[in-house]
């Protein structure tokens, strides 16, 4: 089973619908994201949380919420969703401590707003 | 701030030949940490290479190899021999305070290894 699973994989959904994706991890970090890549664009901040109880804004939060209902679950809504949060979302999470402090990836959620 | 730039978009290659990717940083921070990502057709994003800006050294795993100069800012790599499994889009991304940040990514390197 992987590491950071983002559920749903693929979902289109029509412009003005509320939409949760989430984000389910077992390593065990109290670290995790929401990025969203763009064709040209690399990958994007939209927020992240360092804790239960800690939320942060990233580059790009307008239009999104986020919530970290425990330290292995942090999900990302659009509160309306419009055609340009069509995008390929990713779910990342993170270790300060120990000799690995790379960011470890969900599979992506790909999402069309028709 | 902070600021990756990948200035080669897309690089196409025949396969076997050795192929580097640029990547030039802006950080004010001294404790920093740079890394490499790798993303295949399927999607996914794939960690290559962790390094922190106190070592210099560069490194090599089979047939990647990574160039981190601080003088000139830039942590670039290069493939030698390239195959076609190769072909990827390919980010470069830096994490400030120590790794204690978010990463910020450049816009990545799309190569396209040609059998």
């Known amino acids: 089973d992987a590491d950071v699973t983002q559920t749903p994989r693929n979902r289109i959904t029509k412009t003005g619908k509320r939409i949760m994706l989430e984000c389910s991890q077992t390593?065990?970090?109290?670290?995790m994201y929401w990025y969203r890549q763009d064709p040209g664009l690399g990958l994007r901040l939209i927020y992240y949380?360092?804790?239960?109880?800690?939320?942060n804004k990233g580059e790009i939060s307008d239009g999104y919420s986020v919530s970290r209902q425990a330290q292995a679950k942090f999900s990302l809504s659009l509160e309306s969703a419009i055609p340009n949060q069509t995008a390929l979302y990713f779910c990342?999470?993170?270790?300060?401590?120990?000799?690995?402090?790379?960011?470890?990836f969900g599979q992506g959620t790909r999402l069309t707003v028709v | 701030a902070q600021k990756v730039t990948q200035a080669q978009t897309e690089i196409s290659v025949v396969e076997k030949e050795d192929v580097t990717l640029d990547c030039v940083y802006e950080?004010?921070?001294?404790?920093?940490?740079l890394f490499w990502y790798k993303q295949p057709p399927s999607g996914e994003l794939v960690f290559l290479i962790r390094?922190?800006?106190?070592?210099?050294q560069n490194e090599i795993s089979g047939r990647y190899s990574w160039n981190f100069q601080k003088s000139t800012s830039s942590f670039n790599f290069t493939i030698t021999a390239s195959q076609v499994v190769d072909s990827a889009v390919y980010f470069c991304?830096?994490?400030?305070?120590?790794?204690?940040?978010?990463?910020?990514f450049g816009k990545g390197t799309r190569l396209s290894v040609i059998a």
């Open positions: 990342a999470t993170s270790s300060p401590t120990g000799p690995n402090t790379e960011a470890f």
């Open positions: 390593k065990g970090h109290d670290r």
């Open positions: 949380s360092f804790d239960v109880k800690d939320i």
């Open positions: 950080t004010r921070d001294t404790t920093y940490y």
């Open positions: 390094r922190n800006s106190f070592d210099e």
């Open positions: 991304a830096l994490s400030e305070a120590g790794g204690n940040t978010p990463l910020v």
